[in-house]
């Protein structure tokens, strides 16, 4: 179907605004499909051509102003509408069909007990596929919803609900939203309710969830409260919706989607095993970023999709502040740099790389395209050194004009610099050019000589001025650090102890830049690295490195000796497990030469034993050490097989079946159990993680046979749900015997492109990306590559294979600059 494109849009909302929409929906169906009934009260401007945005699995019937229409024009999900100046009502009966992808309607049933739950994703432009609309975010538009469920279901919605005659709920009428922001969940969800501050508070989740729902809700509830607290303080505006509901829904795609009044979070936040302190902040920072969300995209949306940044820069700026200012987890800048500025480095280094605002976005799908790291971590970057540039307070004071000015309606990058500009008295134009219309991300430098300097990218030419820090270590303690704004290409810098054994730039990761080390602090690392007090600067070394293996300019093998020196002393979750997981799944298993990563794997298992045995039993720094050694650890008979036979586990992951399954994964791909034991721990875990778990350890036996049926399984089978999918491409390409797997190389870039015939975009495209075969570091793939690029692929699948190129291609640059030792 064609993508809306923006001059479309700008002629529709041109010709008219909606008023009020109604909205019958039936979901006593079946199981495959559910009834949609729309009532449009719009408002022409003056006479002309238009459409309605429908996609159904039948269209039965429409109207405008009672006169039927011929539902036979309707083409390409577009009814065409006839409209002459004033009110009309545009009516559309259709039946929809339920969704496995995660867009639109989606429906999963819960192995646990066969319960069925329905949620809606309408971002980007999955609305049609529920209800008829004019779906574009600035034409807004209240709702009024009526919903038809079985007896036992829950209805939950933007506006609180209540159940009336014949199992119809009748949800509050809405404020005007833009047609991505409606939600619809629906199932026998169980609730935890509270109130705070006069706003109503319900916690869901599935029925089989309910003991980790009650578990978590009490600091899930407090993180609600305090954000709630932090962001009336700041924005000058209360919360403008209905009551304020967390829905924690199955095989959802994203982490969270900000729907006013019914945010939706995917359910594996509700932890059912052991966690650690790491994945609570994550939680806590998902909560804040989406009730943030309420001001910065739901109350003012864009007004295309080039401005999607507003929406997200902010929400993930505003969740780490709110974090650090208002809540137990002042760690949560740390963990931004390791976990999010690690993800928009890396999309910065992609060709597809694009400015934060402003990118070219001639349709919805354009748009879809360039919504990555960094419209969140770069944007979240940029939103600091504009506060370095005006100042907090009038930061603060042209959030509340941006927000005040456009209440309930929409905005534009011109509109947000405009209010920045009036609150500080300085012009942005220049600032804006460098830092949110130009792609690309700055290198800093320090030489012993006390200059600084700051490059940019040759593809990329930018004037950016860069507030941030310098800081010296010796001894792994701090013995200098200055701030400084650097405006040039090159300046000096007074203060600094330059006789240091280190010398970081951007020591508090305040500025969006690659810090490049001199030649005598990368020498001095491994000894420094391990004793550094700071943990932000820890983590400003473990990025920068990152980048720097990535571009061919550090030898992974210091990575390597530096997890191996560090990690066993690293005291911070997210550095432990983030650096962790990029050393096992990056750097020694895609940059090291083939026959250094075994060893180089058991180096990383014998750092997971030492802290295991050191570390506090039961405690979140041995939990991550524990799951380091299932990881990569070769001891068999010592650690896999009594560990998946519950035999000898550390304290606090006894009875865990997440924990079982990363073991039977790793047993699975040796050759060690196969389907019998995949079935019985799968019969012993009946739920959506175990059937998850199954999935891939399955996918991982390494036999010609199990390889054939999971790739047959993973390509052709249309029943299985976004999730499933990306579950068995985790195990497919980690035998042992890569001979098993060598023929499907080609195979993926002819079979995968073909998926879009039944599964939506932005589930191909993550299926694209987890599918990769980033493994097979060679010519020969890349050639592949190359060659499918040269053809006929959905937009997603495209910007899926060309960043995951660019992954390989680091990794050959990589490999040829660090080549194997000739001794």
């Given at each position: 179907?064609?993508?809306?494109?923006?001059?479309e849009?700008?002629?529709?909302?041109?010709l008219?605004?909606?008023?009020?929409?109604?909205?019958?929906?039936?979901?006593d169906?079946?199981?495959e499909?559910?009834?949609s009934?729309?009532?449009?009260?719009?408002?022409?401007?003056a006479?002309?051509?238009t459409?309605?945005?429908?996609?159904?699995?039948?269209?039965?019937?429409?109207?405008?102003?009672g006169?039927?229409l011929?539902?036979?024009?309707?083409?390409?999900?577009?009814?065409?509408?006839t409209?002459?100046?004033?009110?009309?009502?545009?009516?559309?009966?259709?039946?929809?069909a339920y969704?496995?992808?995660?867009?639109?309607l989606h429906?999963?049933?819960?192995?646990a007990d066969?319960?069925?739950?329905?949620?809606?994703?309408?971002?980007?432009?999955?609305?049609?596929?529920v209800?008829?609309?004019?779906?574009?975010?600035?034409i807004?538009?209240?709702?009024?919803?009526c919903?038809?469920a079985?007896?036992?279901?829950?209805v939950?919605?933007?506006?609180?609900g209540a159940?009336?005659d014949?199992?119809v709920?009748h949800?509050?009428?809405?404020?005007?939203?833009?047609?991505?922001?409606?939600?619809?969940?629906?199932?026998?969800?169980?609730?935890?309710?509270?109130?705070?501050?006069g706003?109503?508070?319900?916690?869901?989740?599935?029925r089989?969830?309910?003991?980790q729902?009650?578990?978590?809700?009490?600091?899930?509830?407090?993180?609600?409260?305090?954000?709630?607290?932090?962001?009336h303080?700041?924005?000058?505006?209360?919360?403008p919706?209905?009551?304020?509901?967390?829905?924690?829904?199955?095989?959802?795609?994203?982490?969270?989607?900000?729907?006013?009044?019914?945010?939706v979070?995917?359910?594996?936040?509700?932890?059912?095993?052991?966690?650690?302190?790491?994945?609570?902040?994550?939680?806590?920072?998902?909560i804040?970023?989406?009730?943030?969300?309420?001001?910065?995209?739901?109350?003012?949306?864009p007004?295309?999709?080039d401005d999607?940044w507003?929406?997200?820069?902010?929400?993930?700026y505003?969740?780490?502040?709110?974090?650090v200012?208002a809540?137990?987890y002042?760690?949560?800048?740390?963990?931004?740099t390791?976990?999010?500025?690690?993800w928009?480095?890396g999309?910065e280094?992609?060709p597809?790389t694009h400015?934060?605002?402003?990118?070219?976005?001639?349709?919805?799908?354009?748009a879809?395209?360039?919504?990555?790291g960094?419209?969140?971590?770069?944007?979240?970057a940029v939103i600091?050194?504009?506060?370095?540039?005006i100042?907090d307070?009038a930061?603060?004071?042209?959030?509340r004009q941006y927000?005040?000015?456009?209440s309930?309606?929409?905005?534009t990058?011109a509109d947000?610099?405009?209010?920045m500009?009036?609150?500080?008295?300085?012009?942005?134009?220049?600032w804006?050019r460098?830092w949110?219309?130009?792609?690309g991300?700055?290198t800093?430098?320090?030489?012993?000589?006390g200059?600084?300097?700051?490059?940019a990218?040759?593809?990329h030419?930018a004037?950016r001025?860069?507030a941030?820090d310098?800081?010296?270590?010796s001894?792994?303690?701090?013995?200098?650090r200055?701030?400084?704004?650097l405006?040039?290409d090159?300046a000096?810098?007074?203060?600094?102890?330059?006789?240091a054994?280190?010398?970081?730039?951007?020591?508090?990761d305040?500025?969006?830049a690659?810090p490049?080390?001199?030649?005598?602090?990368?020498?001095?690392?491994?000894?420094?690295?391990?004793r550094?007090?700071?943990?932000?600067?820890?983590?400003?070394v473990?990025?920068?490195?990152r980048?720097?293996?990535a571009?061919?300019?550090?030898?992974?093998?210091?990575?390597?000796?530096?997890?191996?020196?560090a990690l066993?002393?690293?005291?911070n979750d997210?550095?432990?497990?983030r650096?962790?997981?990029h050393?096992?799944?990056?750097?020694?298993?895609?940059?090291?030469?083939?026959?250094?990563q075994?060893?180089?794997?058991?180096?990383?298992?014998?750092?997971?034993?030492r802290?295991?045995?050191?570390?506090?039993?039961?405690?979140?720094?041995?939990?991550?050490?524990?799951?380091?050694?299932a990881r990569?650890?070769?001891?068999?008979?010592?650690?896999?097989l009594?560990?998946a036979?519950?035999?000898?586990?550390?304290?606090?992951?006894?009875?865990?079946?997440d924990?079982r399954?990363?073991?039977?994964g790793?047993?699975?791909?040796?050759?060690l159990?196969g389907?019998?034991?995949?079935?019985?721990?799968r019969?012993?875990?009946n739920?959506m993680?175990?059937?998850?778990?199954?999935l891939?350890?399955?996918s991982?036996?390494?036999?010609?046979?199990?390889k054939?049926?999971?790739?047959?399984d993973?390509?052709?089978?249309?029943?299985r749900?976004n999730h499933?999918?990306?579950?068995?491409?985790?195990?497919?390409?980690g035998?042992?015997?890569?001979s098993?797997?060598?023929?499907?190389v080609a195979?993926?870039f002819?079979?995968?492109p073909?998926?879009?015939?039944?599964?939506?975009e932005?589930?191909?495209?993550?299926?694209?990306?987890?599918?990769y075969?980033?493994r097979?570091?060679?010519?020969?793939?890349?050639?592949?590559?190359?060659?499918?690029?040269?053809?006929?692929?959905?937009?997603?699948?495209?910007?899926?294979?060309v960043?995951?190129?660019?992954e390989l291609?680091?990794a050959?640059a990589?490999?040829?600059?660090?080549?194997?030792?000739?001794a």
């Amino acid at each position: 179907m064609p993508s809306l494109t923006r001059d479309e849009a700008l002629a529709r909302a041109d010709l008219l605004a909606v008023n009020r929409t109604e909205v019958e929906i039936d979901l006593d169906l079946g199981a495959e499909t559910f009834g949609s009934l729309t009532r449009i009260h719009l408002t022409a401007a003056a006479g002309g051509e238009t459409f309605v945005d429908v996609k159904p699995r039948e269209l039965l019937r429409a109207s405008l102003d009672g006169v039927p229409l011929d539902v036979d024009a309707w083409a390409d999900g577009r009814l065409p509408l006839t409209l002459t100046p004033g009110e009309h009502v545009v009516e559309v009966e259709a039946t929809m069909a339920y969704s496995h992808d995660g867009e639109g309607l989606h429906r999963a049933t819960d192995p646990a007990d066969g319960e069925d739950y329905v949620f809606s994703h309408l971002f980007l432009d999955a609305a049609p596929a529920v209800f008829a609309c004019f779906d574009q975010p600035d034409i807004k538009s209240t709702y009024a919803f009526c919903v038809k469920a079985p007896a036992e279901w829950r209805v939950i919605g933007n506006g609180s609900g209540a159940v009336g005659d014949g199992g119809v709920w009748h949800l509050a009428e809405t404020q005007p939203l833009s047609t991505y922001f409606v939600a619809l969940c629906a199932g026998p969800y169980v609730s935890v309710t509270d109130e705070h501050d006069g706003i109503a508070l319900g916690l869901y989740a599935r029925r089989s969830m309910q003991e980790q729902l009650r578990e978590a809700a009490p600091e899930m509830l407090e993180i609600t409260r305090r954000s709630f607290d932090y962001f009336h303080s700041i924005f000058g505006i209360r919360y403008p919706f209905d009551d304020y509901d967390q829905v924690f829904v199955p095989e959802f795609n994203a982490g969270a989607m900000e729907n006013p009044g019914c945010v939706v979070l995917r359910d594996s936040y509700l932890f059912r095993g052991a966690v650690g302190r790491d994945e609570l902040l994550t939680r806590a920072n998902t909560i804040s970023h989406e009730m943030a969300h309420m001001w910065f995209g739901d109350l003012v949306s864009p007004q295309w999709w080039d401005d999607l940044w507003l929406n997200e820069s902010f929400a993930e700026y505003m969740a780490h502040r709110c974090l650090v200012e208002a809540t137990e987890y002042t760690e949560a800048w740390v963990d931004s740099t390791m976990s999010r500025k690690s993800w928009g480095y890396g999309a910065e280094r992609a060709p597809s790389t694009h400015p934060v605002a402003g990118s070219p976005a001639p349709d919805a799908k354009s748009a879809l395209a360039n919504f990555d790291g960094i419209s969140y971590a770069k944007g979240a970057a940029v939103i600091r050194q504009l506060i370095e540039f005006i100042g907090d307070e009038a930061f603060l004071a042209g959030i509340r004009q941006y927000l005040g000015d456009h209440s309930f309606g929409n905005g534009t990058l011109a509109d947000f610099l405009g209010a920045m500009e009036a609150a500080s008295g300085r012009s942005l134009h220049d600032w804006s050019r460098g830092w949110l219309e130009t792609a690309g991300v700055d290198t800093i430098a320090v030489d012993r000589a006390g200059a600084v300097t700051r490059t940019a990218p040759r593809a990329h030419p930018a004037d950016r001025p860069h507030a941030f820090d310098i800081a010296t270590y010796s001894g792994g303690q701090e013995t200098s650090r200055v701030a400084l704004t650097l405006d040039a290409d090159r300046a000096p810098v007074a203060g600094l102890d330059l006789a240091a054994a280190l010398v970081l730039p951007n020591a508090g990761d305040l500025t969006w830049a690659t810090p490049l080390l001199d030649e005598d602090s990368l020498r001095a690392l491994p000894a420094e690295l391990p004793r550094l007090s700071d943990a932000q600067a820890r983590a400003v070394v473990w990025v920068g490195l990152r980048d720097g293996v990535a571009l061919a300019q550090v030898d992974p093998r210091l990575m390597v000796d530096l997890g191996e020196a560090a990690l066993v002393g690293e005291t911070n979750d997210s550095i432990f497990s983030r650096a962790g997981m990029h050393l096992t799944n990056r750097v020694i298993r895609v940059l090291l030469p083939d026959d250094e990563q075994d060893a180089a794997r058991a180096r990383m298992a014998a750092v997971g034993e030492r802290v295991l045995a050191e570390a506090e039993p039961g405690s979140s720094r041995a939990l991550h050490a524990a799951r380091l050694v299932a990881r990569t650890t070769d001891d068999v008979e010592g650690r896999l097989l009594p560990w998946a036979q519950g035999r000898d586990l550390p304290a606090g992951l006894e009875g865990d079946a997440d924990f079982r399954w990363i073991l039977l994964g790793q047993l699975s791909r040796r050759g060690l159990v196969g389907e019998a034991e995949i079935d019985a721990a799968r019969a012993a875990d009946n739920t959506m993680s175990g059937q998850l778990g199954a999935l891939t350890a399955r996918s991982a036996i390494p036999t010609a046979e199990g390889k054939a049926a999971a790739w047959a399984d993973l390509t052709t089978n249309r029943a299985r749900s976004n999730h499933e999918l990306v579950a068995i491409a985790a195990g497919f390409w980690g035998p042992q015997d890569r001979s098993l797997v060598e023929p499907y190389v080609a195979r993926y870039f002819s079979d995968i492109p073909q998926m879009t015939e039944w599964l939506g975009e932005d589930a191909l495209a993550r299926v694209t990306s987890m599918t990769y075969p980033s493994r097979f570091v060679s010519e020969r793939t890349l050639e592949l590559s190359r060659v499918a690029l040269t053809g006929d692929l959905q937009q997603g699948v495209r910007r899926a294979i060309v960043d995951a190129q660019s992954e390989l291609e680091e990794a050959l640059a990589s490999r040829r600059a660090f080549p194997p030792s000739r001794a």
